[in-house]
């Protein structure tokens, strides 16, 4: 990630890479036209990601809303609705500078003060904290410039004008006085992306047409975009087997991506998920006075088999997760205790920390909750999880939940002994990690917040240290530490890496592979007429 003195010279030499794409754009007009049909997963409840996070949420978001940066498989940022940008010395400043002439999709012209108007709304309505807090106050001098200060430097502060954690909203549409998280225009968006929204029905499906006065001359490239939503991963992969839809996004299942691999006509990558950073872990109640004691979380996490998760279970279809952040973050290493299974360890472990097995060689009982949805990565590694911990003397209780909300719930309220959980980082660990380790994010109630109820005051200080440094290296071996105390402390016990894979036919091109993956504009996307079409 480039430091402060360099952020203006990489904006200068993305904005010749980008004038050099629309070029190619330009010349690609013969591909214009066509339906590009996304086989979707998930019951969309919003279209503003300015109040709520998540892909159900981001990706079609992203195609609506206009954000200020876009991003390219390299992690670099590139202009989008900002022309340029540039940080101060002191990293206490963020100057944007808006494309000319762009306008929402009522033909209202974007402004500074929409930017100014997104910040504040995202500030206060979005469950992630952290992204904008250091924000002070947003300047407007002109109609094309906003000035962004900050009480502290913000090295994630680019990161967070990404599309799906920034879009810019237009103040005429949603600061007429009603509350943002329940506006009628979350359902009925007025954005400034490459499509505009046609019709939006929630368990079935969202229609998006191209946005003929979209900022970016000659984009997008397709006539219309439709999610078809079926919940069913099944169905899906049925229907794009059977060309009745053209791409699929976020494949989780590990058995549904193989059998895709071995389908004449599909491709099937993984790349495009790295800003996610998803990862899967077992996470411990800390308020129980057993899992209190890390000795007991550390036999827990030695009577675990991370390959069998990872080979067996998921078919190879992940990889390990070896500690607080995923293995494609920019900080990440694996320079931390491994806890290659050991149940002598483990037993070891159990016995010192006070609790021998009775006559049926039970030590003590607990309780493991589960997310439902995605059986390989949640419930199958609940039930494996429950077997191991049997051969060390804890008898587990593999509690199942009929719905999200009920799951949610019992986490979010302390309700749970253990529970097969995880987190994305969401671009910057300031962004999506901290949250679950900052003792002053114990919030009762809230889901994906500390709810391991986890403190310790040397993560505390090294994730405020990072959370202001602006070199690189300097963060980066902070977060080397805060790795170490966390594998050490194991409020969470991670498992595998998440690797989502995004499946399509091979019609389409230039499928979304930046960091944020389908998560970004589609803008460039188009297809291929097949062979006899």
């Given amino acids: ?80 609705l900002a022309e340029r940008w540039e940080v101060s010395e002191d ?32 500030k206060e309505n979005h469950p992630f904290a952290t992204m904008f807090a250091p924000v002070t106050g947003i300047e407007t001098p002109d109609a094309r410039t906003a000035v962004i200060r900050l009480s502290a430097p913000h090295p994630a502060i680019l990161t967070a004008m990404s599309g799906v954690l920034l879009p810019i909203i237009p103040e005429h549409v949603y600061g007429d006085g009603q509350e943002l998280r329940t506006h009628p225009a979350n359902v009925a968006p007025v954005g400034s992306g490459p499509f505009e929204l046609v019709e939006f029905i929630a368990n ?78 077992v996470a411990f109640n800390l308020l129980d006075e057993r899992l209190k004691d890390k000795r007991v979380r550390q036999a827990i996490a030695y009577a675990i088999d991370r390959d069998f998760i990872v080979n067996a279970l998921h078919r190879g279809a992940t990889r390990p997760a070896t500690g607080p952040l995923p293995e494609g973050s920019q900080f990440y290493t694996g320079d931390v205790n491994l806890y290659e299974v050991d149940l002598d360890k483990a037993n070891a472990l159990l ?60 986490v979010a309220n302390w309700d749970f002994d253990m529970t097969i959980d995880g987190a994305w980082g969401w671009g910057d660990p300031v962004i999506g990690n901290h949250r679950t380790y900052l003792s002053d994010n114990i919030r009762k109630g809230v889901i994906w917040s500390n709810t391991q109820n986890y403190a310790s005051p040397d993560v505390d200080a090294l994730l405020a240290k990072a959370a202001v440094e602006m070199d690189s290296e300097a963060r980066r071996a902070q977060y080397a530490e805060f790795q170490k105390i966390v594998t050490e402390d194991l409020p969470v016990y991670g498992t595998a890496s998440l690797a989502f894979h995004t499946a399509y036919r091979d019609i389409v091109k230039n499928p979304p592979t930046s960091v944020w993956g389908p998560m970004s504009p589609m803008d460039a996307l188009y297809l291929e007429p097949a062979a006899g079409e």
Avoid: C
Avoid at 226 to 255: A, K, S
Avoid at 263 to 271: A, H, L, R, Y
Avoid at 367 to 392: M, N, S
């Fill in 1 to 80: 990630m480039p430091g402060p003195k360099h952020i203006l010279t990489g904006a200068l030499v993305a904005l010749a890479t980008f004038a050099v794409v629309a070029l190619q754009g330009a010349a690609m007009a013969q591909t214009r036209g066509g339906t590009l049909t996304i086989g979707w997963p998930h019951v969309v409840r919003s279209l503003n990601p300015a109040v709520s996070s998540g892909v159900a949420t981001g990706v079609p978001a992203a195609q609506i809303f206009a954000s200020l940066l876009r991003y390219d498989d390299d992690w670099n940022p590139q202009p989008y």
């Fill in 91 to 122: 990293g206490l400043t963020v100057t944007v500078t808006l494309v000319e002439g762009a306008v929402f999709h009522d033909g209202e012209p974007i402004t500074s003060q929409d930017v100014k108007f997104s910040i504040e709304a995202v």
């Fill in 351 to 410: 016995d010192e920390a006070g609790y021998p097995q009775d006559d049926e060689g039970v030590r003590f009982e607990l309780t493991l909750d589960y997310i439902p949805g995605l059986p390989a990565h949640h419930k199958l590694v609940a039930e494996y999880v429950a077997t191991q911990l049997r051969k060390v003397g804890l008898k587990v209780s593999v509690r199942n939940a009929p719905d999200f909300p009920t799951w949610s719930n019992r």
């Fill in 204 to 281: 079935e499906r969202i229609v998006l047409k191209r946005f003929d006065d979209f900022f970016i001359d000659g984009r997008p490239y397709l006539d219309e975009m439709v999610f078809r939503i079926n919940p069913d991963p099944v169905n899906l992969v049925l229907l794009i087997e059977n060309g009745d839809v053209d791409m699929l996004p976020l494949l989780g299942e590990p058995h549904l991506v193989s059998r895709l691999k071995e389908k004449p006509g599909i491709t099937v990558t993984d790349q495009g998920y790295e800003a996610l950073g998803a990862s899967n872990w």
